[in-house]
């Protein structure tokens, strides 16, 4: 069974500067995505950047950005120019490319708080 | 465009009871998974649905339940609610893999 580790519960950054964030995951197959989503204190769930498990480079979305290490399984996200608003939960998540059966589902980390400093 | 429409935002129950949780997805979207968020556990799978049919189910008592209709909007069912079922049930709808969007979710509270 693929698994997702957050092992930073909290982290905080001055405004302005740069930040990253860890997760590794375990998993048996090759083809896989995964996924940075963010979560507010509004409650919902919003997709930060994403990941195809057989694409080399890294994903990129404006001051957002991973570093994906397929065969460390190592999937760390990289927030530049740190803003008050990106103050929030911050999950990684794994998504099996195979579309059957017990596949059909967000494989989730446990969370890093991100706490941003004027 | 709308996005993913869950009522109601807040629930307070008590135990024993039974409750139905509702979630419009994204016009065209014929998937629709559903999510518990617990601090102690995080984000835990509950199911999902596809054109009316569910397609997967995750590790939870029977006591969970839910349906999907034509116009592919969802229910989810608690029926004898515990104590730990306390939790902000999160729903997504999407279109293909990777498409997930979510709603805000409803906060649930078993007293």
């Known amino acids: 069974a693929q698994t997702v580790t957050q092992s930073q519960p909290e982290m905080s950054v001055q405004e302005a500067e740069t930040v990253t964030l860890s997760c590794t995951y375990d998993?048996?197959?090759?083809?896989?995505?995964l996924f940075w989503y963010k979560q507010p204190p509004s409650r919902q769930m919003i997709l930060v950047i994403r990941q195809e498990a057989y694409k080399q480079q890294n994903a990129t979305e404006n001051r957002f950005s991973v570093n994906f290490q397929k065969a460390a399984k190592s999937f760390s996200l990289k927030i530049s120019d740190s803003q008050l608003g990106d103050a929030a939960m911050y999950f990684c998540?794994?998504?099996?490319?195979?579309?059957?059966?017990?596949?059909?589902?967000?494989?989730w980390g446990l969370g890093t708080s991100l706490g941003v400093n004027p | 465009k709308a996005g993913v429409t869950q009522t109601p935002r807040y629930l307070i129950k008590t135990r024993g009871q039974q409750v139905t949780l509702s979630c419009s997805p994204i016009s065209g979207h014929r998937s629709v998974s559903w999510y518990q968020q617990t601090p102690g556990q995080g984000l835990q799978f509950l199911f999902e649905y596809f054109s009316e049919t569910q397609r997967n189910k995750g590790n939870f008592p029977g006591r969970f339940s839910g349906r999907q209709f034509s116009n592919s909007r969802s229910e989810m069912n608690v029926s004898t609610l515990e104590l730990g079922d306390s939790a902000l049930y999160l729903c997504?709808?999407?279109?293909?893999?990777?498409?997930?969007?979510f709603g805000s979710g409803t906060r649930l509270t078993v007293v």
């Open positions: 998540a794994y998504r099996s490319r195979t579309n059957a059966g017990n596949n059909r589902k967000l494989i």
């Open positions: 997504a709808s999407s279109l293909g893999l990777t498409g997930y969007t």
């Open positions: 998993t048996s197959e090759s083809d896989y995505y």
